[in-house]
Antibody
């Protein structure tokens, strides 16, 4: 079955960097777009970024564009999110997610357990 | 302000039927299908309904989804205490080229 395990979260100072990872199993990883979604404490869900199966296409929310970089390693069945110039409002639980289908516009169907990123001095 | 609007809260007693609405306000969203997610406290969201009305594997048939025009609904019949959770709707936004989520509805079982 589909299994996603998020890791890499932690406490970082404003302006700092952090790299999140997501280990995937139970499906052909390279066949699917993958997505990062975040949830600030007590708030709703916000799409952050996604990447095509081949890494050819990437897309970012305006709130993170130019600061975050999504990547993947299909040989390792892993998804990454490199976060730079972190701000207090980036504090959130970050989830990796796999869409329901292989279509590029498919909504999230499977979620990792989440990784907490706290940006504070 | 989300392009998908949900009521912030809903409630019901055990055994009752409750519905949660999700209304779209953007032309780049309203023509697309809706997913519904359940988020229990301290856990990741879980897919309940996809493509407006398709129950995900293992989801009880007490949960059902529908969509008409620019609005969608999630109905929960035979309400149980374990249904107490946050519920989110989502749709693909053609302008954003990514998913957008409603603000979430906190369901309380009285």
């Amino acid at each position: 079955q589909v299994h996603l395990v998020d890791s890499g979260g932690g406490l970082v100072k404003p302006g700092g960097s952090l790299r999140l990872s997501c280990a995937a199993s139970g499906f052909t990883f390279s066949d699917y777009y993958m997505t990062w979604i975040r949830q600030a404490p007590g708030k709703g869900l916000e799409w952050v970024s996604d990447i095509s199966g081949s890494s050819r296409y990437t897309n970012y929310a305006d709130s993170v564009k130019g600061r975050f970089t999504i990547s993947r390693d299909n040989a390792k069945n892993s998804l990454y999110l490199q976060m730079e110039s972190l701000r207090a409002d980036d504090t959130a639980v970050y989830y990796c997610a796999r869409p329901v289908t292989r279509d590029g516009d498919s909504l999230p169907g499977y979620w990792g357990q989440g990784s907490l990123v706290t940006v504070s001095s | 302000q989300s392009v998908l609007t949900q009521p912030p809260s809903a409630s019901g007693t055990p055994g009752q039927r409750v519905t949660i609405s999700c209304s779209g306000s953007s032309s780049s969203v309203v023509s697309n299908t809706i997913n519904w997610y359940q988020q229990l406290p301290g856990t990741a969201p879980k897919l309940l309904i996809s493509s407006n009305n398709q129950r995900s594997s293992g989801v009880p048939d007490r949960f059902s989804g529908s969509k008409s025009g620019t609005s969608a609904s999630l109905a929960i019949s035979g309400l149980q205490s374990e249904d107490e959770a946050d519920y989110y709707c989502a749709a693909w936004d053609d302008s954003l080229n990514g998913p957008v989520f409603g603000g979430g509805t906190k369901l309380t079982v009285l």
